[in-house]
């Protein structure tokens, strides 16, 4: 305990300082050296990464060996190569929200990058802004958030579910951005955000969302804003828009957006064999090779994964007009 | 929280603001100069009665020219209609139905109806209105609106908007950069306050005000630019307050080479060694400098006649008619060059400025975005990237980012790259009527982003970990992110 508050005392002192300089990690500021209670992100090769809080004495075990905190870690850069146990290396990562979302313990279905960016884009999110969301989830979208409204923005975030709620504010102070974020063990629906007319943003991802969007209506602020309601059945998007409707949203807009991956690729496409060419005639100095039964030519291309994601849910956006 | 007048200020237009004005879903970016007239949808208005409104107002187009604020919600006036039919069959499309011919329409307009009041006229002379179905009916409405209702809704500017206005107005000046697209490459590259980000558009200045929005004016944005001068006719469209400028600078790529050798000299020269000084500037300044000089000197041999003439007339005709007007003549051109002195200590000093940004390769993000073949901008300016940092860089053509992944994965010092392209799809959500819109399929550029890390040049043994995987089982969810 005694050292957390001499972390949070040491991460209050750095923020006061106005040069730039941050010497703490945190999911909504870089720093440049791997720090004891940092939680770093390991890259151990393709597609393949994990997350590790740094503790001295501390051991992570991997495929390459073991990683050893005090000297692998602790006063490293982030960004270089560490060399493992057994002789392997990987690289040592600082956090990011997006890196966050595809290395964090999922306790519900999270939202990913591509449907995250549209969010923060189309809610219009800032520095500075002021956004409710429900239900909080595994915090995916949260970390995101943080990022984009830090450092005098707020984030006012309810779930209904205990254990995650108490979960994901644990999360909050590991990654250092607890001091941006209230969590509320509530339903959304039934009791809203715990605010009112504060909000620059509300963002709606529960089973009902059209239960709660007087609630949202209500934390926005007088001057207006915006709202988000991600869904993944159309039924519910009909709901939804309809009561969007009537509570006197406007420019209500239903989309829905799909990431492509291009996976780069050499193929080797063998040339067919036609039989001998009796016109072809072979000049002395050409470097065409006559063809042959084996000869292939290299193409640079991409291929598309085997598996997709076809769907993760529809987004749908509306402005609240003055009020 | 309060209600009071300064909380208002912020959401009231004010002259000089720079605005969105939208109709439907066409927007046009325009600043609020009174008396000044503005086209926007066939339509020419003036702004004057704007200011002092607020924000998100939407404004009916009356005669003249002149805004008038739309009363909140007239209660939709239903147009009246008397009953609806069940189905099209026997609906002939015979272009007769509609009684009012377009001089008719042309006649109310000018007695000044309003559009709700045009559109009740063209259900009541249409003779097949009431045997379209109820969602006919709806639609035909939503027609009529579309073209008849002279309303216009005046927006603040945000990336969200701007962007979408970009790309259906002129997509061409933004290397059709669609949306959604600019949406992930704000999110992939982190961009967030107190960052030091690296930007290279040509995308007139869209993706660099989009930055500078997600930074809120803290940290620095530093533009890198081609040619004369940074274009930023984006930027201003974002109305940013003045305190976001002192964030952004700017370096002309010209000089790139020798920043990375270490030979670029940013230092003040000695007034005898100013030629040489313009020499090397020379080759950036822009044309608008060379025409204000060229300008400014048939200025001054324009002015020297009248006042000859009026010399003349002054003074006698006494010798002291040469001597003065040469003194005249000297202390213009004195005054010119001070004035070109001071400009271009101006620009050496934020050259001086840029440069030493970049000196310390600590950037925390690279954004690149331009009709230029990506590859060597990548190549040159991930130099200027701390490890652990992203960059994601836009172009119109993947075969452009097939080349930047190779030499990426050549050279190494990079992790996680990701070439993608982006889906995006509206629907249309009416009870019953719920069905898919557009599909807006690949046409909105491709992406490629990563991760720096320490070093480039990878032992082969090891580079081959991060090659592409053996095939193997892969998870849904693995394939996202």
């Known amino acids: ?323 | 929280m309060g209600d009071n007048v300064d909380d208002d200020s912020l959401y009231t237009i004010k002259e000089g603001d720079y605005v969105v004005l939208k109709r439907g879903d066409v927007f046009k970016a325009v600043q609020i100069q009174t008396k000044k007239k503005v086209i926007f949808e066939k339509q020419w208005f003036f702004l004057d009665n704007a200011v002092g409104q607020l924000y998100s107002t939407t404004f009916e187009l009356a005669s003249g020219g002149i805004l008038q604020p739309r009363k909140p919600k007239d209660p939709e006036s239903s147009t009246d209609t008397k009953g609806a039919g069940t189905d099209n069959r026997n609906i002939q499309d015979d272009g007769k139905s509609q009684k009012l011919t377009r001089d008719d329409i042309e006649t109310l307009k000018e007695q000044g109806l309003k559009g709700q009041e045009i559109i009740q006229q063209l259900i009541d002379n249409s003779s097949t209105f009431k045997d379209k179905t109820e969602y006919a009916q709806d639609k035909y409405i939503k027609k009529k609106k579309k073209k008849y209702e002279n309303m216009v809704t005046i927006l603040k500017p945000s990336c969200r908007i701007l962007a979408m206005m970009y790309h259906g107005r002129e997509p061409g000046k933004i290397c059709h950069l669609r949306y959604d697209t600019l949406a992930q490459m704000l999110t992939l590259a982190n961009i967030h306050a107190n960052s030091k980000v690296l930007v290279f558009e040509t995308c007139a200045g869209l993706v660099l005000g989009s930055v500078m929005e997600r930074m809120g004016g803290f940290g620095s944005v530093i533009q890198m630019y081609p040619g004369g001068g940074p274009v930023r006719a984006g930027v201003e469209s974002f109305g940013f307050p003045a305190h976001f400028h002192d964030t952004l600078h700017e370096f002309p790529i010209c000089h790139l080479n020798a920043l990375i050798a270490g030979t670029l000299d940013t230092t003040a020269k000695d007034p005898s060694a100013d030629l040489k000084e313009s020499d090397m500037t020379a080759e950036v300044k822009t044309e608008a400098e060379v025409k204000t000089e060229a300008e400014v000197k048939t200025e001054a041999e324009q002015k020297g006649s009248p006042e000859d003439q009026s010399m003349e007339t002054n003074s006698g005709a006494d010798g002291s008619l040469v001597p003065k007007k040469e003194e005249e003549e000297e202390k213009r051109r004195e005054a010119k060059a001070q004035e070109k002195k001071v400009k271009q200590e101006e620009k050496r000093k934020k050259l001086a400025a840029a440069a030493s940004l970049l000196e310390g390769r600590n950037a925390d993000g690279l954004v690149i975005a331009s009709r230029f073949n990506p590859c060597p901008v990548l190549m040159a300016l991930l130099k200027f990237l701390s490890p652990s940092r992203p960059f994601v860089v836009y172009s119109q053509y993947k075969e452009c980012l097939i080349e930047c992944y190779t030499k990426l994965k050549e050279q190494g010092g990079t992790v996680n790259l990701k070439l993608t392209d982006y889906w995006l799809r509206h629907y249309q959500v009416l009870p019953n009527r719920t069905h898919p819109v557009l599909l807006m399929s690949g046409g909105g550029g491709y992406l490629l982003s990563g991760t720096t890390v320490a070093g480039g040049g990878s032992k082969p043994a090891a580079s081959r970990r991060d090659e592409e995987p053996a095939p193997k089982r892969q998870k849904v969810t693995e394939t996202e992110g």
Not at chain 1, 98 to 104: D, G
Request: hydrophobic share 35%; with cysteine.
């Open chain 1, 1 to 323: 305990m005694k050292e957390t508050l001499f972390f949070s005392l040491k991460y209050a002192v750095f923020k006061q300082s106005n040069n730039g300089t941050v010497l703490t990690m945190s999911f909504v500021e870089y720093s440049d050296c791997i720090q004891d209670g940092d939680v770093a992100i390991v890259y151990l090769g393709h597609e393949s990464m994990t997350p590790v809080k740094v503790k001295r004495g501390a051991q992570t075990q991997t495929r390459y060996g073991v990683i050893r905190h005090s000297t692998d870690l602790i006063g490293q850069r982030y960004g270089s190569k560490v060399t493992c146990s057994k002789g392997g290396w990987v690289y040592v990562l600082h956090p990011t929200p997006e890196l966050w979302t595809v290395n964090l313990p999922h306790r519900t279905q999270i939202l990913y990058t591509t449907d995250i960016a549209t969010i923060t884009m189309m809610l219009e999110l800032k520095p500075g802004s002021v956004v409710c969301e429900s239900g909080t989830g595994s915090g995916s979208l949260s970390h995101a958030i943080l990022r984009t409204i830090a450092p005098t923005g707020h984030l006012h975030t309810v779930e209904f579910h205990q254990q995650r709620s108490e979960k994901v504010l644990e999360e909050f102070k590991e990654h250092r951005v607890d001091h941006m974020v209230t969590v509320r063990n509530q339903d959304a629906c039934k009791d809203g955000f715990g605010v009112t007319g504060v909000a620059d943003a509300v963002f709606l991802d529960i089973p009902s969302p059209w239960e709660a969007v007087r609630h949202a209506k209500a934390a926005l602020k007088k001057h207006g804003g915006r709202v988000c309601s991600f869904s993944p059945c159309i039924e519910q998007v009909q709901k939804t828009c309809e009561a969007f409707s009537d509570q006197g949203f406007e420019d209500i807009n239903s989309l829905e957006v799909l990431l492509r991956v291009h996976d780069v690729r050499t193929v080797y496409l063998p040339l067919p064999d036609f039989g001998p060419d009796p016109s072809a005639q072979i000049q002395p100095d050409s470097t065409i090779t006559p063809p042959q039964n084996h000869a292939s030519i290299a193409v640079k291309t991409t291929i598309p994964p085997r598996d997709v994601q076809g769907h993760t849910g529809y987004l749908t956006f509306a402005t609240k007009p003055r009020t």
